[in-house]
């Protein structure tokens, strides 16, 4: 994929005018005001990962409506003091995969604190544990993008980004982790869910978005074929009388909107060539956040991003923030 975006220059000026729904704020202080109404309901075992210099903990908590949701914590074998804990969420498709996945961070002198991401986790490249009991309603397109599509109560990225949120205030209470140094990170979906997150809280040590997903729907839709954004271009090719109320529920879930709301100091990433998350997209949002900031652009990536070399960025981004 060669260069197909705007040139750099407009990008780094790029800020589209989309309108957010008038009751943004107060649709997702009820959501998170009524999944606040079950307990976390926190469950800890210890997990033999064959790790000697890691502790980790195989982790539950309720998410939305009370469901189920695994995590992993993973830490420094006898650290001192409360640590700093990065909230990681995963890509599409992906799920929490295998402890002996995640040891950069605690290696740095970070507790990880993995969540899981309800229904996914059947690919080949991260396996999953956690089951999204809500189901669907209504007719879908293949994976999650258009599950509940038309209504935002019952779209399936509002159970997602509660649990997100969710899974802050367990890493927040957990014995050992220091609950004014939470960071929040994510690449593709995992970035998007971070930007989300980053916009409904505002008690964040930082947030680290890759490459994020869930951004500038409408432009995303008409500016790429790749998926999953196309799961929603395949559904409105069939469902040709639903396009204003498909792109009215996914206004209350535009990584745009959240953004405009983030206030912690924020590390962003874009790939020029990236047609999957493309790049008018990832700094529609970047432009838009409001806390210190700044974004690693590499130009000749596609999704992948800056790969090893990105991890690189992150490790400065928390030695900034020990």
């Known amino acids: 994929m060669a260069l197909f975006d705007l040139p750099l220059e407009q990008l780094r000026e790029y800020r589209p005018d989309v309108p957010e729904p008038a009751d943004f704020d107060e649709f997702w202080k009820t959501t998170l005001s009524e999944a606040g109404g079950f307990g976390l309901d926190v469950r800890l075992e210890p997990y033999d990962a064959g790790l000697p210099g890691l502790d980790v903990l195989d982790v539950e908590f309720a998410g939305w409506g009370g469901h189920p949701i695994k995590a992993w914590l993973v830490k420094p074998k006898g650290a001192e003091g409360p640590l700093p804990c990065v909230v990681e969420y995963i890509g599409y498709s992906g799920g929490r995969s295998y402890p002996w996945a995640h040891t950069v961070f605690p290696a740095a002198g970070w507790a990880h604190f993995v969540m899981d991401t309800r229904g ?10 956690t089951a999204d009991p809500y189901g669907t309603t209504g007719p879908t397109n293949k994976g999650w993008m258009t599950q509940g599509l038309e209504s935002p109560e019952h779209y399936y990225y509002r159970r997602v980004f509660t649990d997100a949120y969710r899974a802050v205030d367990v890493a927040k209470g957990l014995d050992g982790i220091d609950p004014d140094r939470i960071v929040v990170a994510g690449g593709s979906q995992g970035g998007g869910i971070t930007q989300a997150v980053g916009g409904l809280r505002s008690d964040l040590a930082g947030a680290i978005v890759d490459v994020p997903f869930l951004t500038h729907f409408q432009r995303a839709v008409t500016i790429t074929d790749a998926f999953p954004y196309q799961e929603i271009v395949e559904f409105l090719s069939g469902q040709r009388l639903r396009e204003d109320r ?10 745009l909107h959240f953004a405009a709301r983030g206030t912690a100091p924020a590390l962003y990433s874009v790939g020029l060539m990236d047609d999957v998350c493309p790049p008018s997209t990832v700094f529609a949002a ?11 652009v590499w130009p000749w990536n596609k999704h992948e991003g ?3 070399h990105q991890r690189g960025e992150h490790l400065k981004f928390l030695a900034e923030r020990r």
Request: aromatic share 20%; net charge neutral.
């Open 120 to 129: 996914q986790g059947y690919g080949n490249w991260q396996p999953g544990d």
């Open 246 to 255: 498909v792109f009215a529920t996914l206004n209350y879930f535009d990584g």
């Open 286 to 296: 970047y432009n838009r956040w409001q806390g210190e900031k700044r974004i690693t």
């Open 306 to 308: 800056g790969g090893v």
